[in-house]
Each structure stands twice: as C-alpha cells, then as structure tokens.
C-alpha cells in the first residue's frame, strides 16, 4: 500500500483543506482553528513570523511504516522478570537480602523483602529463540513477530505520574495523550469515527480519563472512550422513538440552519458545527456496524477468546476483535484497557502468582489472536502494535509475595508497523533492577512511534504557555535499531 | 599527600607515544600539573606510563561514551559539563566539578558512572573494568598531557536579559497614545473607534454596519452575564426608542448578579479552578468553592483589580483586610486560595521533587494570570526567549518558601483575633494590678523570680545541644512563635508567670514553672470543625486543626529523630517538603497522637527517610484539651535529653521555692490575699464576659499563612536535588532589577503584590484589558492572552492597547468599567455579518472590521437552556453540587454517589469540577482541564458535541421542558396559526422573531412531523420535538 497518498502536504487554505479531506474528525476542528491567529501557520506569516514553529498540518515528513497503532495498555506495571526478561540470578539468590547485591531505590510502599524468584518457568519460542514464561503461552507462539524492549525506564516510580507520562510524555495532568497527538498531527483516515479510540475493558488508569485528553490541544483530539459492549459511545443512541423522526428534525435543523446563514452570514465555526451533525448522524450508524462483531465467523470469535470461560478473557477478546475492525476502518489510534480481575491490576503489591495469573489470563489469547488475524489480513505491516504498562516491578519481593513499582529497567514490546520483529533490544542488569545498555526512555518510545507513523517527533508542535510543545518534550531519540 | 611537578620536555618519542589522536597534537609542553597521591609513601608510576595508561584506557573511553553530549564538538553541551580536557573536568558543569582529583569517591564523574548520583552513560551501564579504570585514573590524579585548548569553544547563546528587554514591546512602559487621526469623522463614537477605524482605513476596509438591536441584545447578555433575555427583556429593549436605551440595559447587566458567575467563569480558567486534587485518587481540594465564591462577590462589587491582586498574592497579611458587608469575615484572605488550586500527589516517593513541581505550577499559574509571561520556562535555565532568568525563578519560588497552605477558619478569623488583642489587653491591666502587690508582699522573692525572665536557654548554658536545637519556647521570639488562630495566646509562656488559672469553675493566681507554648482554655469552645468532604482519604484532614494549631519554624533535618518535650493530648504533623496529601503507603511515620500522660513527656518522631529535607512540625491540641510545648530538637542523645531535663528541673524548682515563698507572704498578709481575691474575682468575670463573644464556628477555606522567612536555591537544570546558589527575593529583575526585596520577616508576598501592581510594571494593566478585550472581542488584542513574550502574539493595535491601559489605571482599576467602555464604543456594536470586500483583504478578522461570531462554552449551553427551559435556579454561592457520573465515567477516586444529572438547575459555575471526574459535556466544548492558566479556551468542532445536544438524555429533556413551556406561555385556540408559540420561541432562544420564510419552515415542520407521528398541533410532543429541533439549530449555541 502506498500510503502517501492517502494524505497530503501542507494545503493551501481551509476550505480547500476540507475540500479535498471533506470532514474527517480532526480536521474539521483543524480548519476552525487555522482561523484563529493565535494558532495557525498563516498567522504567524502575517503578525509573527516565526519560522520555529511548526504546525500540525505538517503531513507526513518521511514516509510512514505504519498507519495505525493499537496501544495494548498493561495497567499497573506487569512484572518484566516473571514475562519477558528472565533472570537465573533471582533463582540463585531466592531469598536473600537485595541490599547485599545493590542498592535499593525508594519504593512506593517502602516495604521492600528478600530477592524474589520468578514463580514461572520460562521456555524459548521460534525460530529467534525468545524466552517468554508460562504466563503468556499464546504471545509466545507470536515470538517472531515481537520486538522485545528489555531496557525501558520511566522517571516515575509513583502509578499517575508513570500512567501520564507513558501517555502523554509528562508526568503532570494536563498534556495531550499520544493518541491525541498524532490525530492532531497526521487526521485520520475514517470520516465517521473519532481518530483516536480507547475501548475501556473496564479500568481506567490512575489518573483518569486524562491519560486519554487532549491537553491543550482542541478537544477534537481527545481519546474517545467506548464499551466493548451494547452502544459502546456515550449519545450515540437516539431518544427519537423511530429514525424517520430523528431524520425528519435533522432535515428541518438544516433547513434552519440554511435559512440562517442566508439572513446573517456565516462563519467557519458555524459550517464546522453544521458539518459535525452530519459526521454526528453518520456515526450513529457507523458503531452500531463496529459493534456487529457476531458477523464474525466462529473461527475467528473463537480464536479472540469471545467464548472463553474466564469473563476478562471474554472482555479482552472483545476489545481486541473491536481493535482490529477500527483498524480495518481506519482509525488512527486506539487503545485497549485492562478488563477487571478478581485481584487488582497488574499491580501485584501482594499475591504476585495469582494476580499476575488473573491478568494474564485474561489477555494472553485475546493478544495473540489479534497478532495472528492483523498478520492474515495483511494489516500487522502497517499497525503497530505496542504492549506496554507504566514500568515494571522489583526483583526483591514487597512483603513475602509481591513486587514494588519498579521504573529503572522493564520489558515493553511492538510489533508489525515497521518494527524489527523476532529481537530483543536493550538488556537489564543480571537482576532485572536497572537498564544497563541501550536504555530506552519514554520520549524515545515516542519519537519512535511517531517516526514509524511518519513523523517527525521534533516538528509536530503546538505552541502552548510560550513554548512549541512536543509529545517529546525537549528530549526522545529514534531508536532505530527497533526499526526493520 | 605526595604533589610531584613534572616538566615534560620536548621528547618526540614521548610524545608519539602519549600522543595516540592526531587531531590534538602535543607540540607546546607548557606547565602540566600531574599530582599523584600515594598514601603509603610507595614511589608514583612514573608519568610517562599514567599517560599512556590514560590514552590506552580511558581517552577512548571517554571519546565514545561521553563526548557526544560533553565535547567542545557536541552539537549542544549537556549541563554546561565539559569532559574534554582535565580542566573541563575539574570546572565542571551546573552540578560542580566533574572530578576531583586523586578522590574517586568524591568525584561525579565515577559517581554518576556508578549510577549514584546520576546515571551515566545514559543509554547504559558501564562494564565494571571501565569503571575500575576511571577510578583507577582519578586515583592517580587524572593525569591528562598537555594540549593545547581548544579555543573554539561552542557557539553559545549569551543571556542577555537587558538586551531581550529592550528588544520585546511587553517590558516597555505603557504609553498614552493620541487618537490617531481619521478620515471618516462621523463613524467613531469613542477612542477606541479612532484606533479601530484609523487601522481598518489605512488597510483600505470599511467598519460594518451597526448591529440590529436584537443581536445585540443577545449579544450584551451573553457577554456580560452569559444568560440569554428573556422574551420581555428584548421586547422592552427594543420598544425603547431612548439614545440611551443600549447605556441602560448595560448598566443593569453590570449590576445583575449573574455578572459575577459570568466573568467568574473567566477567571476560574485562570486560576485552574478545581475541587479535587487529580493524581491517583481524585482526594478532594476541601472548600475550594469558598475561593469561587469569592471570586464572583469580588467581580460583581467591582473590586478595584490592584486589590484584587493584592488579596489574591498576599490577602492574609493585609493591616486592614477587607470585610465582608453582610457578614462581616474577612474576605481578603479568600483571595489566597488560588494558589492551592492546582493538583497534589499523595504518596510521592520524591517528596522533596514533589513540592519543586508543585511550587512550579503556583508559579505557572501566578505569573501567567497577572503578568502574561512564562516564568515556568525558566524553571531549569534561563528563558529561551524572553527577560526572565532562572534567578527570576527561584527568586519568585522562595516567596512559595516561605509561605504556607492553611484551612483558615475566615468567618471567626478577624472576629477571634479582635478578642484575642482585647484578652491580652485585660489580662496585662489585671497583671499590673497584681505585679506590685507581690512585689509589696515578698519583695525578695518576686524579685529572685523575676530574675528567671526572661531565663536562659539550655542550649547557651550547654554548647553541646547546640546542634540538636529547633525551637525553646522559653526563648521563642515573634519570628519562631508562629500559630493559625488564638489557642496559643499571642507569645509563649515564660518561666515565673503568673496568671489567671481556671479549673472546674474556681479561679486562682497561678505561677508558672515552665516556659512553653500553651493553649489557654479561654478557647475551649473551638474545636468542632465543618464536617469533612467525603472523598477526603488526607489522614490529617479529620484533625481539629483550623485556628488551633502551633508551628515550629522550618528547619533542615540533620538527625531522623525529632524529639518534643510536651504536655496534653493532639496531635503533631511533620510538614515536610510543605506535603500535606498524607493518603498513600508513604509518609505516615510525618503524623503522631501525642499519647496521654501524666506531666510533661518526651515525644519522638521517626524521621530518618527524610534527612536533608527542610520541615516544620504542627501541634494542635485535641477538642477542648489543653496542649504545652516546650521545645523541640532533634538527634539528642539519652545524655543530652537528660542533662536538658536537669536543667529544667534545676529551673523549675528555683522557681517553684519562690513561688511557694510568695504564696506564704500572701496568706500571711491578709489586706494582699483579700486584694488578690477581690482582682482574681473581677479578673475572672472578665475574663468570662470576653469569652462569651467569642465565635466558636467557622466555615473553611484553603488560604495562604506566612512560615519561616527564607530564599531558595537555584534548582540547577530544575533538578531538585541539585541545589545550586540561593537568591533571594524579589520581583523580576526585567521590571524592578536585580536587587533583593527589602523583607525583613516574613514571607514578603505583600511586597511581591505590590510590585505586580506598581505603576511601572507595564505587565498587569496590559495583560487585564486585553483579557477584557479577548471576551468581548472574540480574539485579545495580543491573541495569546496568557503569553506576552516573544513567542506569544504581537498586539495587532499596540497604540489601543496602551489607550485601554491608561484609562484602566487612570480610572480607578474597574474591571465594570472598562467592559462598560469596550461595549459602548460602535467597534463592539458592529454587525457580525460579513462584507466580502473586507474579507478579501483580511480573511482572519485582524482588524476587526466586524463582529465576530462566537460559539457560546459548554457552561453557557446548558446555562441557557435551563434558562429558556424556565428551569435555571438562580441561587448563588454554597457548596457544589456533586458532578453527576456517567457509566463512561470510571476510574479510582470515583465518588461513591453520582450527583443529580440535573445539577439541581444550578448554573454551571456552581457544578463540582472533579479533576479526574470532569463533566463530558463540558470537556467536549473544550471546558479546559484545569492544570494552567487558560485564558483563552480552544473553540474546536467535535461530534460529540452535536451528540450530546441531539441525544444527552438531560439536555433533551431539558428541550422538552422549553416545549411545554412554550405551549403555556402561548395557549392556541383551535385552529390558530401556531406562528405566535414560534415567534415566542423564536424570541426566547435567539431574542428574534423568526423571518417569513422560517416561519414557514416551521409550520411545514410542524405540519409534517405531526403527520408523520400521529400527532396533531395541539399535542405537547409536537413542541417538544420542534423545541429539540430549535436546541439543535446552529444559532442556539452561537452568538452573533
């Protein structure tokens, strides 16, 4: 697929902007700010030039890996040593005292015990050999197609602060997500669906919804939440009692609306507003469509998990199955959360084996078949699929059987959209405590992302409180040994 | 230690092979110091073979892990830290020297390759053989040969804040331009009309017609109250043919009370008003609706705006604070509230990181509200762009330092302390009765008690308790005795004196034979505090600590234990890093029940995590107990607290002798005892009389209190544990210089409101009337309303706003009348309908050559559909009502109850805005997330926003509500034309009638859609349909 031409450079004004976009989610709201001198390119031509900054409508600086992201959300920080990074070293030491090898950060609950063992086993899959524990016995299979990213940090040990950071690449509230982001830089390819997606599988991050908001940029970018069940969007359900009569006061709003820009003018809020109900109408048949997933054949259903018997694992199959059809629709980023488990997050403080158990369970099918079916369907090369929590947890123990937060050194992994599958980058010290080479921080995981999309991470701005605001801050560096 | 000087000479072969980079060619051999240590005497490597070992093993090392951030060939230098050269090393960067030489351990360098201090390389660990050979290296003394310096160093950009000054238009002072001449002399009305039209003529454009009197009817109420008129109010606007009848009705708006909600609103986007504290758990921000309040009486009183900027940096520490009219609390103090709006954390492991990002946003928000510029982004160096250092900075952040966040109990505050200066007064007028009257009766012994007072410190008499010393009460001066309320009198009690002791209703002379902070139960009925918000998990919010509560100064701990000697029951808080959300797994080792006892006991706090940090200590006493602090200090060992006990037993008892001499002088002197019983008698009633008055109830709110008087550091690079110089205070150096502020105690913020406030700040006046501007106008003058700095917009009409600015400060600071200026001039008055002509040449409405078309805040909708619903419930002010929680809405810290989905028809400013929990409607109109300064709201177009007003079951029903009002307000006979019930709705949602052509629309509609639903004209599902319909047209949530 050639994707530069789905999108192009730059146009010349608004109206020729929707002319050739007709009234794609976030460029709609794009063109009504254009107008505004206090945001646009073309403002600052005429009051201040000012050739630093930049502007979203920037399309695609180089051309892109990936259209899509599917952001598979690990709340609570999964454990790196008991998934994807296996360390022989707990084993030796089980039970020792941590502070005989290393030194012991700070910990959330300050109640940090001996080295802890990993309670799994590890196996090695396909043909790159990759160890992957028992906990994940259907990722595992997907082994070549991952690349693995053994030496993440993040610089907060605390949930909120991690949760924000990951999403929106600072630790504060207040700051576009990442989905917000690149809508805001690159617009989407479907007209009657938000660019930007959260399907809640039922735990929203410490922090809230937030982690999904649009910041200072216009609320058009901001994460739209949907259900993986009934009508899935807040409003999306008419109160009319028959469509005939919604259609008939949509046709008279026009009517009116028609009527009133013939007496007093009009503007481009008003023809953005006007072009919403339209987009508004479309979408109202549109989720009903995304949701008619028992148009699935059994196979595939089956495959996602929708007949497990566990009911997060249902839920997850859900989403994952509602991740591959937006995707199929175009839409440009979409995040799945975790489903609720007897337990809690993957934030096991306590009862590391059963939580981790619970959580994983619930995700590893769901996972697996959406790798499998984006790869049949041809779509896993241009998706870009990144499983990630906010960091990962100690090696030593919290109290007899659980992990503390640990933002040091942890595992995340992607795949397709451009990634080199089949590798691990990065490694952590002979414990799991701390990234020793190639360290990769949260702003690098940005830019590279944002890279495999296309993009620039140092020229998609937004001029914020007498700054350019990036998703990368002042920092983040391409990794591009992730880069196949 | 052994220093060796080498000389090294000319030596080719030396050279070669020390010399292994061609690129640095050893050809002058000036002077090289090589030390080299050796503490067992053993003979130094020879230099030669140091050299080699560092081109072999820790040259290439360096080139490969370091030089890409810290080489004179880095693209851009990291920390200022230079490691290409050994007197880059030894100068180091913004953390101090890279190494010092012969001390590995004390070096940075090995400890940031350690992955101590920092971590280093940043993309991995070092092998351990290379960390041992830096060591090694250090070790020797880092031997580096000499080279020539490379003298092209990095292109720096050099700081020059007086150049940036007089470069940028905003740090200039404000002029008072004339009124630029025009052609069309007949078209201007007012000043502003003359630089309007002076700037559309020369851009060869026209002004458009005035605006119909019925848009701009709509137009005056949604701008200034943010309420549509009703349909009287238009009718009676447009019958009144007077000149003045616009002049009028903009009166009476400006003295409605919905102004204040209105322009309330505004300001809250300023102040990232909120009512919980986001992070994790959503904790509520208890009584911020109190600041809300506030804010709206202040606005619809037209609060001079330098008042109102006084009150709000430094309203606690007015001489004469500003009552409330009806009430009569102090309202200034409510002001200060707006500080501690933003988010706090409530387990944060980087406690000391915590308070540097929480003190970061108060800056943020204070300096983009008043001043217009970004003083946060000089947080880690200086601003990239304007004329603002990181002195600046930290200058303004030891104001923050020195302050600190209270509870205030504002209703009782002035009430108490007016009662506490008149107990004073009466307890000193009976002391002075008494005083001679001992001094008559046991003149020895009163004069040997006397000598005790004021007594002596322990710690002078023991210098060994020098170290361990916070705070002696018996010696406390007003800079160290610092409490909220009156529980614990106006100084401590000292050593021998005597007062009025009341227990179980008699009175008698009492002598004191301790010196120490103590409450006296003159106060007992203060204690019942306002019940607690339930999403509240703070462990020392239940704590009766409002008007109650005894501070210790800030010090720096230096030992983990912190001991108190103490009597009573409370409870002490150890307030460290100024963190107060103590909800989490951390920091509850900060909060201690003093436990019952008998007397006098030693309390201990474990404080050994926080070693290095800066904190105080709070004590407040339980419900109608009595708590004495002696004194605090912290590491005593067994030794010291023994010997502090002898000496104040020693004191005690010198006292105690006299005491019991006195008191036998008395009873054998009858004339004295009877006197003494007659004054303790009269003392007493007094004393009782005074008591009665007291308030003992008090509404909360968040305010400011002064703490200890002290400067920042500079954080270096905005790292919080890398403090650098301390500067002190003041104001920014661009507008009153670099010298410090004149502050003497305290924190110094009333002198920071009057410098924001000074006439030659050009800051303040510009930056009020272009936020004026900006909500009138549709766009500020400057169209980045909170950034005046070089990448903020240039003022489109720099001479207008200068014009504004004058007239503001010349006439009195009214924030009414500069909206009654800007509204009455024919630049607002302008259609909003566009000329073509115009357009051509300025697309964007630069020029103002009309009005532009607003779309109304999600706020606004709903207000106004409540409003023509007939439903909007106009009480002001009191708590919030709870947000109402959609199934959407989730996550941790959700409230246990969701709030009525009609928010009890209040206006929407009077909605609970939950950080983590904010309304969907509101956010989908861009209703800011209230984290910064937002003074100019995005206006974006989302789907969401055209679901909600089609299918929010509220909304909806709120439309229907408007249907079968419309159907009572115009009944129809059988066979009448409904045009009259369209008109009327016409008239309440868009102050018109509806054109021809639209009514016919209507009737059609109304025809059809009964048709079609088995409906008839008379049935109330037809109007609420067609009610639905009018919601959803465009011009319901614009304005014209």
């Known amino acids: 697929m050639n994707h530069c031409n789905r999108f192009r450079p730059t146009p010349v004004n608004r109206r020729e902007l929707l002319q050739r976009f007709g009234s794609g989610f976030g460029l709609t709201a794009l063109a009504s700010l254009m107008h505004d001198p206090a945001y646009g390119s073309e403002a600052r031509?005429?009051?201040?030039?000012?050739?630093?900054?930049?502007?979203?409508?920037?399309?695609?600086?180089?051309?892109?890996?990936?259209?899509?992201?599917?952001?598979?959300?690990?709340?609570?920080?999964?454990?790196?040593?008991?998934?994807?990074?296996?360390?022989?070293?707990?084993?030796?030491?089980?039970?020792?005292?941590?502070?005989?090898?290393?030194?012991?950060?700070?910990?959330?609950?300050?109640?940090?015990?001996?080295?802890?063992?990993?309670?799994?086993?590890?196996?090695?899959?396909?043909?790159?050999?990759?160890?992957?524990?028992?906990?994940?016995?259907?990722?595992?299979?997907?082994?070549?197609?991952?690349?693995?990213?053994?030496?993440?940090?993040?610089?907060?040990?605390?949930?909120?602060?991690?949760?924000?950071?990951?999403?929106?690449?600072?630790?504060?509230?207040?700051?576009?997500?990442?989905?917000?982001?690149?809508?805001?830089?690159?617009?989407?390819?479907?007209?009657?669906?938000?660019?930007?997606?959260?399907?809640?599988?039922?735990?929203?991050?410490?922090?809230?919804?937030?982690?999904?908001?649009?910041?200072?940029?216009?609320?058009?970018?901001?994460?739209?939440?949907?259900?993986?069940?009934?009508?899935?969007?807040?409003?999306?359900?008419?109160?009319?009692?028959?469509?005939?009569?919604?259609?008939?006061?949509?046709?008279?709003?026009?009517?009116?609306?028609?009527?009133?820009?013939?007496?007093?003018?009009?503007?481009?809020?008003?023809?953005?507003?006007?072009?919403?109900?339209?987009?508004?109408?479309?979408?109202?048949?549109?989720?009903p469509e995304l949701m008619a997933i028992e148009g699935e054949t059994k196979a595939t259903q089956s495959m996602y998990g929708l007949d497990a018997a566990y009911e997060p694992t249902r839920i997850f199959a859900t989403e994952c199955l509602m991740a591959r059809r937006l995707v199929e629709r175009g839409v440009r980023f979409i995040e799945l959360t975790c489903p609720s488990v007897s337990g809690d997050r993957w934030d096991q403080h306590a009862n590391l084996k059963e939580g981790h158990e619970n959580n994983a369970r619930a995700v590893d099918?769901?996972?697996?078949?959406?790798?499998?079916?984006?790869?049949?369907?041809?779509?896993?090369?241009?998706?870009?699929?990144?499983?990630?929590?906010?960091?990962?947890?100690?090696?030593?123990?919290?109290?007899?059987?659980?992990?503390?937060?640990?933002?040091?050194?942890?595992?995340?992994?992607?795949?397709?959209?451009?990634?080199?599958?089949?590798?691990?980058?990065?490694?952590?010290?002979?414990?799991?405590?701390?990234?020793?080479?190639?360290?990769?921080?949260?702003?690098?995981?940005?830019?590279?992302?944002?890279?495999?999309?296309?993009?620039?991470?140092?020229?998609?701005?937004?001029?914020f409180g007498g700054r350019d605001m990036r998703l990368t801050d002042v920092k983040g560096h391409v990794v591009h040994k992730l880069i196949g | 230690m052994l220093e060796i000087r080498i000389r090294l000479f000319q030596n080719s072969q030396i050279i070669n092979a020390v010399t292994r980079f061609a690129s640095v060619v050893l050809i002058c051999l000036a002077c090289?110091?090589?030390?080299?240590?050796?503490?067992?005497?053993?003979?130094?490597?020879?230099?030669?073979?140091?050299?080699?070992?560092?081109?072999?093993?820790?040259?290439?090392?360096?080139?490969?892990?370091?030089?890409?951030?810290?080489?004179?060939?880095?693209?851009?230098?990291?920390?200022?830290?230079?490691?290409?050269?050994?007197?880059?090393?030894?100068?180091?960067?913004?953390?101090?020297?890279?190494?010092?030489?012969?001390?590995?351990?004390?070096?940075?360098?090995?400890?940031?390759?350690?992955?101590?201090?920092?971590?280093?390389?940043?993309?991995?660990?070092?092998?351990?053989?290379?960390?041992?050979?830096?060591?090694?290296?250090?070790?020797?003394?880092?031997?580096?040969?000499?080279?020539?310096?490379?003298?092209?160093?990095?292109a720096h950009d050099v700081f020059d804040l007086q150049d940036r000054k007089e470069k940028h238009w905003a740090w200039q002072p404000i002029q008072n331009p004339p009124r630029p001449p025009v052609v069309d002399q007949d078209w201007p009305k007012s000043a502003i009309d003359y630089f309007?039209?002076?700037?559309?003529?020369?851009?060869?454009?026209?002004?458009?017609?005035?605006a119909d009197k019925a848009s701009l009817v709509r137009r005056l109420f949604f701008d200034l109250i943010g309420l549509p008129p009703s349909p009287d109010q238009v009718q009676n606007y447009l019958a009144n043919k007077s000149e003045d009848a616009t002049k009028q009705l903009v009166d009476q708006l400006l003295e409605s009370q919905h102004f204040g909600e209105r322009w309330g609103r505004h300001w809250l986007d300023l102040v990232r008003y909120a009512e919980s504290r986001g992070h994790e758990f959503d904790n509520d921000a208890p009584y911020a609706y109190q600041y809300r309040d506030y804010v709206i009486r202040a606005l619809n009183a037209d609060l001079p705006y330098d008042q109102l900027v006084r009150e709000h940096i430094a309203g606690d520490l007015l001489k004469s604070p500003r009552l409330n009219l009806a009430e009569n609390f102090n309202e200034s103090i409510l002001g200060t509230g707006f500080w501690h709006l933003g988010e706090w954390v409530h387990s944060p492991v980087d406690i000391r990181k915590d308070e540097s990002d929480r003190f970061d946003n108060m800056i943020d928000v204070m300096s983009k509200a008043f001043l217009g510029v970004t003083l946060s982004c000089a947080r880690c160096h200086d601003h990239k762009f304007d004329a603002i250092s990181t002195e600046d900075y930290y200058s303004i952040s030891g104001f923050l330092q020195s302050s600190d966040y209270r509870e205030v109990a504002f209703e009782s505050l002035e009430h108490n302390r007016n009662i506490g200066v008149q107990l004073l007064e009466l307890d000193d007028k009976f002391r002075e009765q008494v005083r001679p009257l001992l001094s008559r009766v046991a003149p020895t012994a009163f004069e040997e008690m006397s000598q005790h007072y004021p007594p002596q410190t322990i710690a002078a008499r023991d210098p060994s308790l020098a170290d361990c010393w916070i705070v002696d009460y018996a010696t406390a001066d007003t800079k160290e005795f610092l409490s909220d309320g009156q529980l614990f009198g106006n100084r401590p009690r000292r050593l021998g004196d005597f007062y009025l002791s009341t227990t179980n209703g008699t009175s008698k002379l009492a002598f004191s034979r301790f010196s120490a902070a103590v409450t006296d139960n003159f106060w007992n009925a203060i204690g019942k505090q306002e019940a607690n918000s339930p999403n509240q998990k703070s462990r020392i919010a239940g704590l009766p600590r409002s008007g109650r509560t005894l501070r210790s100064p800030t010090f720096t701990l230096v030992n983990g234990s912190v001991q108190c000697r103490v009597q009573g029951q409370g409870h002490m808080v150890a307030c460290v890093d100024s963190h107060r959300l103590l909800a989490g797994p951390l920091h509850g080792e900060t909060v201690l029940a003093i436990p019952k006892a008998d007397g006098y006991q030693w309390v201990t706090l474990d404080l050994n995590r926080y070693l290095g940090h800066r904190l105080?200590?709070?004590?407040?006493?339980?419900?109608?107990?009595?708590?004495?602090?002696?004194?605090?200090?912290?590491?005593?060992?067994?030794?010291?607290?023994?010997?502090?006990?002898?000496?104040?037993?020693?004191?005690?008892?010198?006292?105690?002798?006299?005491?019991?001499?006195?008191?036998?002088?008395?009873?054998?002197?009858?004339?004295?005892?009877?006197?003494?019983?007659?004054?303790?008698?009269t003392w007493t009633k007094e004393r009782t009389a005074l008591q009665q008055q007291i308030r003992t109830t008090s509404r909360l709110a968040m305010a400011m209190v002064d703490g200890t008087s002290e400067d920042e550091h500079v954080l270096i690079r905005g790292n919080s544990s890398n403090p650098g110089q301390v500067v002190p205070r003041r104001f920014l150096s661009a507008i009153d210089g670099p010298a410090p502020m004149p502050i003497g105690t305290g924190s110094g913020r009333l002198q920071l409101a009057e410098s924001i406030n000074a006439p030659d700040n050009p800051l303040t006046p510009r930056v009020i009337v272009n936020r004026v501007w900006h909500h009138l106008m549709g766009r500020g003058i400057v169209a980045t309303t909170d950034d005046f700095g070089v990448l903020g917009q240039r003022p489109s009409h720099p001479d207008?706003?200068?014009?504004?600015?004058?007239?503001?400060?010349?006439?009195?600071?009214?924030?009414?009348?500069?909206?009654?200026?800007?509204?009455?001039?024919?630049?607002?008055?302008?259609?909003?309908?566009?000329?073509?002509?115009?357009?051509?040449?300025?697309?964007k409405n630069q020029y103002w050559h009309h009005h532009p078309q607003k779309r109304l805040e999600g706020e606004t909708i709903r207000d106004a559909l409540l409003s023509i619903a007939g439903r909007l419930d106009p009480t002001m002010n009191g708590p919030s009502i709870p947000v109402h929680l959609t199934s959407f809405m989730d996550g941790r810290g959700r409230p246990g109850k969701s709030g009525p989905q009609d928010g009890l028809n209040r206006r929407s400013i009077y909605l609970e805005v939950r950080r983590n929990f904010l309304s969907p409607m509101f956010v989908a109109f861009d209703t800011p997330t209230p984290f910064s300064s937002m003074g100019r709201r995005n206006v974006s177009n989302v789907p969401s926003q055209a679901l909600i007003l089609m299918n929010d079951p509220f909304l909806t029903e709120l439309a229907s509500a408007w249907g079968k009002r419309a159907c009572n307000a115009i009944p129809m006979a059988e066979a009448q034309s409904p045009a009259a019930r369209v008109n009327w709705m016409y008239l309440t949602a868009f102050a018109r009638e509806a054109s021809p052509l639209e009514l016919n629309a209507a009737i059609n509609f109304l025809e059809k859609h009964a048709s079609q639903n088995a409906l008839t004209v008379r049935d109330e599902a037809l109007w609420e349909d067609f009610a639905h319909a009018l919601v959803n047209k465009k011009e319901f949530i614009f304005q014209r």
């Open chain 2, 800 to 843: 207008l706003l200068d014009h504004l600015a004058t007239k503001f400060l010349s006439e009195g600071r009214s924030i009414k009348k500069m909206i009654r200026y800007v509204v009455l001039s024919k630049s607002y008055q302008m259609d909003s309908r566009v000329n073509p002509a115009a357009m051509e040449i300025d697309p």
């Open chain 1, 365 to 463: 099918q769901p996972i697996a078949a959406l790798l499998k079916d984006l790869k049949q369907r041809g779509l896993l090369d241009q998706t870009l699929v990144v499983w990630a929590g906010e960091f990962g947890r100690t090696p030593f123990a919290q109290g007899a059987n659980g992990r503390d937060h640990n933002p040091f050194g942890f595992t995340i992994w992607l795949a397709g959209g451009g990634v080199k599958s089949g590798t691990v980058y990065g490694q952590t010290d002979e414990w799991g405590y701390k990234a020793i080479e190639d360290r990769t921080e949260m702003h690098d995981l940005h830019a590279t992302m944002l890279h495999l999309l296309g993009v620039d991470h140092t020229r998609s701005t937004f001029r």
């Open chain 2, 616 to 681: 105080h200590l709070e004590f407040t006493p339980a419900v109608e107990s009595m708590l004495e602090v002696q004194l605090v200090v912290q590491g005593a060992s067994p030794e010291q607290i023994k010997s502090i006990e002898n000496s104040r037993a020693q004191l005690s008892n010198q006292v105690a002798r006299c005491v019991q001499r006195i008191e036998s002088a008395i009873q054998t002197d009858a004339s004295v005892s009877a006197k003494l019983g007659e004054i303790a008698e």
């Open chain 2, 32 to 154: 090289t110091t090589v030390r080299s240590q050796d503490d067992q005497g053993e003979p130094s490597k020879s230099i030669v073979e140091q050299l080699e070992f560092f081109e072999k093993e820790i040259r290439p090392l360096l080139v490969e892990h370091c030089f890409e951030c810290h080489s004179r060939k880095a693209g851009r230098i990291k920390a200022e830290l230079l490691l290409d050269s050994r007197q880059g090393m030894l100068k180091g960067g913004d953390s101090g020297p890279a190494i010092v030489a012969s001390n590995a351990d004390e070096s940075l360098l090995i400890q940031a390759v350690r992955y101590d201090a920092f971590e280093m390389p940043p993309k991995g660990k070092l092998p351990a053989k290379e960390i041992d050979a830096l060591t090694k290296w250090i070790a020797m003394g880092a031997p580096w040969p000499a080279e020539i310096a490379s003298t092209e160093g990095p």
């Open chain 1, 45 to 287: 031509q005429d009051l201040n030039a000012d050739p630093r900054a930049g502007m979203a409508n920037h399309g695609l600086h180089h051309p892109a890996k990936a259209i899509s992201v599917i952001f598979l959300y690990m709340d609570g920080g999964p454990s790196h040593v008991d998934t994807f990074d296996p360390k022989p070293m707990l084993d030796k030491f089980n039970g020792k005292d941590p502070s005989e090898f290393f030194k012991v950060e700070a910990t959330q609950f300050n109640n940090n015990g001996k080295m802890l063992a990993s309670p799994w086993k590890f196996q090695q899959y396909g043909e790159c050999g990759l160890p992957v524990s028992d906990l994940f016995p259907n990722v595992a299979r997907c082994a070549d197609d991952l690349c693995l990213v053994r030496s993440m940090v993040s610089e907060f040990p605390e949930h909120t602060f991690a949760n924000y950071f990951l999403h929106t690449g600072s630790g504060l509230q207040g700051r576009p997500s990442m989905g917000a982001w690149i809508t805001y830089g690159l617009g989407s390819v479907n007209q009657n669906l938000p660019g930007f997606v959260v399907v809640n599988g039922g735990l929203v991050p410490p922090g809230g919804l937030d982690c999904f908001g649009s910041g200072f940029l216009p609320a058009s970018y901001q994460g739209s939440v949907f259900k993986p069940n009934g009508t899935a969007v807040a409003n999306v359900q008419p109160l009319e009692k028959s469509a005939e009569r919604q259609r008939s006061k949509l046709d008279f709003i026009n009517e009116l609306d028609r009527l009133a820009s013939d007496q007093f003018g009009t503007n481009d809020g008003i023809e953005s507003a006007i072009r919403n109900y339209e987009l508004a109408s479309q979408m109202q048949t549109a989720i």
């Open chain 2, 196 to 210: 309007i039209l002076s700037g559309l003529e020369e851009a060869g454009m026209r002004p458009a017609n005035q």
